[in-house]
Structure formats: C-alpha cells, structure tokens
Nanobody
Framework: QVQLVESGGGSVQAGGSLRLSCAAS????????MAWFRQSPGKERAGVAV??????????ADSVKGRFTISQDNARSRSTVYLQMNSLKPEDTAMYYC??????????????????WGQGTQVTVSS
C-alpha cells in the first residue's frame, strides 16, 4: 500500500508560480511511475506530468510543456515528487492530484492507469 499526500496549492495571480509536493509513504520502492493530474468542475481528471523513476523519463501534457516541471527528490526512495508550475494561467485552475503505480495499465495521462491517489490540493489562478 502507498499513501500520497499533496501540498503546496494555493491562490496566485496569472504569471505567478507555485510548487506542489507529493509525499509518498508505504511501499514506495515498488512504484515506478508517479504523476500529477488535475481536475476542474465538470471535466475529466487528466494527466499533467509523469515521471518514470528507473530512467528519469518525464512527459507532459501539451498545455503545460515549457511551463511545468516534474522532479523527484530521490530515485531510490521515491518518497517525494514535485511539480514546479511557472507562468500560471487562469485555465490552470483545478484540483491537482498525485498518483502512483508500479506499472501503467494504459496511457500515462489517463487516470485508470494508476493505482494510488492522493486527496488533492487546490490551485487557483486569477487573471
């Protein structure tokens, strides 16, 4: 079992930055993938960024490429993953969730591909 706890959300003006953290505990060494998703009211939860610990491979949704960066604190312990968000836009407003999986059962950006989820942290960007 893995427990994920997100933090770092808040309110910011357009153009600002936030850094989200996802603290993992439990059998973290078994989780090869960790990702950030976001969901706004009436929309499906969608992948924002993913990291594959074994190689350091990362991928991003087109809408955040060049603005968001996913990173890890320690590839061995796999205990914390970050999402640095720069040049924030009002359309980035959403609840942001951390997710983990030992292996992906589908595309990285689809929420059914992941096994474990955090409770989420709200990000609000005002214009």
């Amino acid at each position: 079992q893995v427990q994920l706890v997100e933090s770092g959300g808040g309110s910011v003006q357009a153009g600002g930055s936030l850094r989200l953290s996802c603290a993992a505990s439990g059998t973290t060494w078994r989780q090869n993938y960790m990702a950030w998703f976001r969901q706004s009211p009436g929309k499906e939860r969608a992948g924002v960024a993913v990291i594959y610990f074994n190689s350091g491979y990362t991928n991003y949704a087109d809408s955040v490429k060049g603005r968001f960066t996913i990173s890890q604190d320690n590839a061995r312990s796999r205990s914390t993953v970050y999402l640095q968000m720069n040049s924030l836009k009002p359309e980035d407003t959403a609840m942001y969730y951390c997710a983990a999986a030992p292996a992906l059962s589908g595309a990285w950006y689809r929420h059914p591909s992941y096994t474990y989820w955090g409770q989420g942290t709200q990000v609000t960007v005002s214009s």
